[in-house]
């Protein structure tokens, strides 16, 4: 009798830096498909370059990046980082998740957010990545899941593939970039409800 194999939960990203809906849909992601273990994996600086558009001022150091994801895996032993997009060995999103697959002798299932739906064509191999592995869709509770699947090719396609996580639209209205906008601005009044407090901690000691 063939074995199940254990569930992995990918999520990819800059985490430039880590915010609190970061957090909460790894999590949730995680217990939806009841996932052994969940994986981190932050974006090499080139990438936020190229395809972000980021200018260098808007890219966090890579070694404060991982520091912060660091103290949010300390938080959560079932979770880790993986950093083969950042030290080069892989640098594609299908060939990082076939790698990861291959290590780890898993299912995989990749957290992709509702802001990407319009990317979908610019990814390499999309097509084989979903037809390969599990896709965890990011919707907002105003979002029409069944619309957004029958609109988009390339779901409708693939939609036995796909996995919803509703999240709460307080998280939708975080971000990274907000994060950043108040550490330029010196404004750190709305942090706490951006991001966790050791984040906030490591961003200020990095300005201080």
Do not use: C
């Not at 194999?5 to 880590?18: A, C, E, Q, T, Y």
């Not at 558009?53 to 890219?59: A, K």
């Not at 990749?110 to 869709?137: A, C, H, P, S, T």
């Amino acid at each position: 009798m063939k074995k199940n194999k254990d569930k992995i939960v990918v999520f990819g990203g800059s985490f430039n830096p880590l915010t609190k809906a970061h957090g909460e849909i790894m999590l949730q992601a995680m217990n939806l498909v009841n996932a052994k273990m969940g994986i981190f994996l932050p974006a090499a600086n080139s990438f936020m370059n190229s395809w972000k558009s980021y200018q260098e001022d808007d890219i966090l150091d890579t070694s404060l990046r991982i520091k912060i994801l660091n103290e949010f895996i300390k938080r959560h032993s079932n979770i880790i980082i993986e950093t083969i997009e950042i030290e080069g060995i892989t640098s594609k999103t299908y060939d990082s998740i076939t790698y990861l697959k291959n290590k780890y002798d898993a299912d995989i299932f990749f957290i992709f957010g509702n802001e990407k739906y319009d990317e979908l064509e610019r990814w390499y191999r999309f097509d084989d990545l979903l037809n390969e592995f599990k896709l965890i869709l990011v919707n907002r509770s105003s979002d029409n899941f069944e619309e957004i699947i029958a609109t988009t090719p390339l779901l409708k396609k693939h939609k036995d593939h796909i996995i919803t996580l509703k999240i709460d639209d307080k998280y939708h209205d975080i971000s990274s970039s907000r994060i950043r906008d108040d550490l330029k601005n010196k404004d750190y009044k709305d942090l706490n409800s951006l991001t966790y407090d050791y984040v906030i901690k490591l961003l200020l000691g990095e300005k201080e």
